[in-house]
């Protein structure tokens, strides 16, 4: 993992990459009857979770996948590609509205 974060690191592509603890660690706000509740981890309800990302910034949908598919997984792993909200997804009254905040 460190090796292909540095090639990435060298490439100019990425921006930022975390591991997180393990969601025993974890605390979840919910909402429930218009209150917020906190719940502590582990969450063994989960069926999936991230133990860490890479923030990458790349020209292309098709550049974003040849860096995943190169990421080192074990059998099981997972990779999963999202795309970043930029100011230009949102229609112009209330980008210019979060602007201004």
């Not at 509740?37 to 790349?58: C, H, N, S, Y």
Request: glycine share 6%; net charge positive; proline share 7%.
């Amino acid at each position: 993992m460190r090796k292909y974060s540095d090639d990435m690191r060298k490439a100019g592509v990425l921006l930022l990459a975390e591991g997180l603890h393990p969601s025993s660690r974890a605390t979840r706000i919910t909402i429930a009857n218009g209150k917020r509740v906190f719940r502590d981890g582990p969450f063994t309800e989960a069926k999936e979770l991230i133990a860490g990302f890479w923030m990458i910034q790349v020209k292309s949908r098709e550049e974003a996948l040849q860096w995943a598919n190169r990421c080192p997984l074990v059998e099981g792993g997972v990779v999963e590609i999202r795309p970043v909200f930029e100011n230009t997804d949102f229609p112009p009254q209330p980008r210019n509205e979060t602007a201004s905040v």
